[in-house]
Every structure is written in structure tokens, then in C-alpha cells.
Antibody, heavy 118, light 109 residues
Framework: EVQLVESGGGLVQPGGSLRLSCAAS????????MSWVRQAPGKGLEWVAN????????YYVDSVKGRFTISRDNAKNSLYLQMNSLRAEDTAVYYC???????????WGQGTLVTVSS | EIVLTQSPGTLSLSPGERATLSCRAS???????LAWYQQKPGQAPRLLIY???SRATGIPDRFSGSGSGTDFTLTISRLEPEDFAVYYC??????????FGQGTKLEIK
């Protein structure tokens, strides 16, 4: 059974940092692109970043470029999102998602809530 | 950037009825790159349709997708109680670029 379990969310002050993790199981993690997608409270979905199978390609939405870094450890079946210089508008539930094809999001974890507030 | 506009914002129907949800793109989208997701309260989104008209694994055949160019439709032929949720369309563009519609809430009338 495919499982994606996000962790690392919490309350952080504006300008602070947070590192999200996503533990994957039930599939060959190293075979797929992986993404982070977020959802602000009561709002729609926004793709944040994704990373190729071997980590050689990484892409970001413009609003997080230079502040967020996506990475993965295939030996640990884990995906990460390092978030720096956090802003109030980064407040959201962050989901990790499998991309069996690079064009869509096949399976999503349950998400972790990040709240940026003083 | 391609903008996806979903309509209606909220759709009120009864179980057993047919639901038709629309997704309109600001410019032409390849059908291969158009997907639909379902999200229930407090849950993660679930992939329903990919390639505009192909059902994802385990999705009942009462769900169907159609359309091309700038106009796409998700149809639920006969609503079951578990179908009441929010539905999002999503497109993929080069760069890469992933955009979602703002969602249609399907509620029980």
C-alpha cells in the first residue's frame, strides 16, 4: 500500500525557517518525480516544487524561488522541503505527492500544517 | 501562465442526479495534460481523471471526463452520497508549470 507521511509542520514566526519531511513507503520511491503542493486555509491548491528521480532537476513556483529548497534521499525513501524566510502567505497545509508522470499528481499524503505568524 | 476557471463555484444537487462541472482554460491546453481531483473535507486530494478522459485506478465509471482545447468537463452520471466534495481541474505546462482551478464545491441539495 502506498503511504506518504508528512511531518515537520508547526507555528513559526515571519522570517523563520522550517524543514518538512515526507516518508514514503509501498512503492519504489527512487523511480518517480515527487512534488510538494500546498493549500492555504479555505483556499485552493498550489504547486510549490518538484524534484526528479535522482535529484538532478528541481523546479519551483516563482513565489518560493530563493527561499525554499526541495531535496530527496532515495536511500531513506524521503522527500524534504527546506523553507526559509517564511512569510504569512506561506501559511498552508503542505502535501507531498507522487508524480508517476510529470504532468500530474497521482497520490497525495495527508499533509502537514505550516502556520507563519507572530 | 494558463489560468483555469471552474464553474459553477458551488453546485447543489441531490443523490441520484447528474453533475456537470466545467473547467475553462485561458489558452489551449493539451488534453493529455488535463486532470481532475476530488477533495473531501479534511482529506488529501485524490486523482480522478487524467488525460482529460481516462479514469485513474479504482475510480468508479460514473465519473467521466471530456473536452479539448480550452473547455473541459467532469461528469458524474448518478451522484452517490460519497461524491459530495470539492473538485479541482489541473493542467501541466512546460517550464514546468502546474496550475489548478479554484474548485467547484458539490453539495447536497
Amino acid at each position: 500500500e502506498v503511504q506518504l507521511v508528512e511531518s515537520g509542520g508547526g507555528l513559526v514566526q515571519p522570517g523563520g525557517s522550517l524543514r518538512l519531511s515526507c516518508a514514503a513507503s509501498g512503492f519504489t520511491f527512487s523511480s518517480y518525480w515527487m512534488s510538494w503542493v500546498r493549500q492555504a486555509p479555505g483556499k485552493g491548491l498550489e504547486w510549490v516544487a518538484n524534484i526528479k528521480q535522482d535529484g538532478s532537476e528541481k523546479y519551483y513556483v516563482d513565489s518560493v524561488k530563493g527561499r525554499f529548497t526541495i531535496s530527496r534521499d532515495n536511500a531513506k525513501n524521503s522527500l524534504y522541503l527546506q523553507m526559509n524566510s517564511l512569510r504569512a502567505e506561506d501559511t498552508a497545509v503542505y502535501y507531498c505527492a507522487i508524480q508517476k508522470t510529470v504532468t500530474l499528481f497521482d497520490y497525495w499524503g495527508q499533509g502537514t500544517l505550516v502556520t507563519v505568524s507572530s | 501562465e494558463i489560468v483555469l476557471t471552474q464553474s459553477p463555484g458551488t453546485l447543489s444537487l441531490s443523490p441520484g442526479e447528474r453533475a456537470t462541472l466545467s473547467c475553462r482554460a485561458s489558452q489551449s491546453v493539451s488534453s493529455s495534460y488535463l486532470a481532475w481531483y476530488q477533495q473531501k473535507p479534511g482529506q488529501a486530494p485524490r486523482l480522478l481523471i487524467y488525460g482529460a478522459s481516462s479514469r485513474a485506478t479504482g475510480i468508479p465509471d460514473r465519473f467521466s471526463g471530456s473536452g479539448s482545447g480550452t473547455d473541459f468537463t467532469l461528469t458524474i452520471s448518478r451522484l452517490e452520497p460519497e461524491d459530495f466534495a470539492v473538485y479541482y481541474c489541473q493542467q501541466y505546462g512546460s517550464s514546468p508549470e502546474y496550475t489548478f482551478g479554484q474548485g467547484t464545491k458539490l453539495e447536497i441539495k
